[in-house]
């Protein structure tokens, strides 16, 4: 019987995943870049299997990313810590909404626009559109 995995390690697989997933690269390529198999990486990143301190510092290498990227955004019900007084301000942070297709297709697109002036005007449009109260979203 199989114990369930910890959530820490489903939080971080699930950031190793979103990076990995953004920077346009398979598990395969990945599994490549630290010596393991794709199954190996599924494994990480369903969290399955716990990530050690130097294969994630590997994959930090490897997805561009500081190690602390894969802690970001833990839920307080998972890091057992209760919100800070700057966290109470933010707005409720949903699970998967950065793991959705919708969310990764917006944001590889955006990086995909060449100049940076242009993609700093539609960042400020997504921001103002999104800012707009809900009564006026759909005049």
Same mark, same amino acid.
């Given at each position: 019987?199989? *114990?369930?995995?910890?959530?820490? +390690?489903?939080h971080?697989? !699930?950031?190793?995943?979103l990076r $990995?997933?953004?920077?346009?690269? !398979?598990q395969?390529?990945?599994?490549? *870049?630290?010596?393991?198999?794709?199954?190996?990486?599924?494994? #990480?990143?369903r969290? @399955?299997? $716990?990530?050690? !301190?130097?294969?994630?510092? /590997?994959?930090s /290498?490897?997805? +561009?990313?500081?190690?602390?990227?894969?802690?970001?955004?833990?839920? *307080?019900e998972?890091?057992?810590?209760?919100?800070?007084?700057?966290?109470?301000?933010?707005?409720?942070?949903?699970?998967? /909404?950065? !793991?959705? $297709?919708?969310?990764?297709e917006?944001?590889? *697109? #955006? #990086?995909?626009?060449?100049?940076?002036?242009?993609?700093k $005007?539609?960042?400020?449009l997504?921001? @103002?559109?999104? @800012? /707009?109260?809900? +009564?006026? @979203?759909?005049?």
């Open positions: 019987m199989a *114990a369930n995995p910890n959530p820490v +390690d489903i971080v697989g !699930s950031r190793v995943r $990995r997933i953004l920077a346009g690269m !398979s395969e390529k990945l599994g490549e *870049a630290v010596g393991l198999t794709f199954q190996q990486i599924q494994k #990480y990143e969290g @399955a299997n $716990r990530i050690g !301190s130097s294969r994630l510092y /590997q994959f /290498q490897v997805l +561009d990313v500081p190690v602390s990227f894969f802690f970001d955004d833990m839920p *307080a998972v890091s057992g810590r209760p919100g800070g007084a700057g966290e109470a301000a933010q707005e409720p942070f949903e699970a998967d /909404q950065l !793991s959705r $297709r919708e969310s990764l917006l944001v590889r *697109a #955006y #990086y995909r626009i060449p100049e940076t002036t242009v993609r $005007r539609v960042f400020s997504i921001k @103002a559109l999104a @800012a /707009q109260p809900e +009564d006026n @979203a759909d005049t």
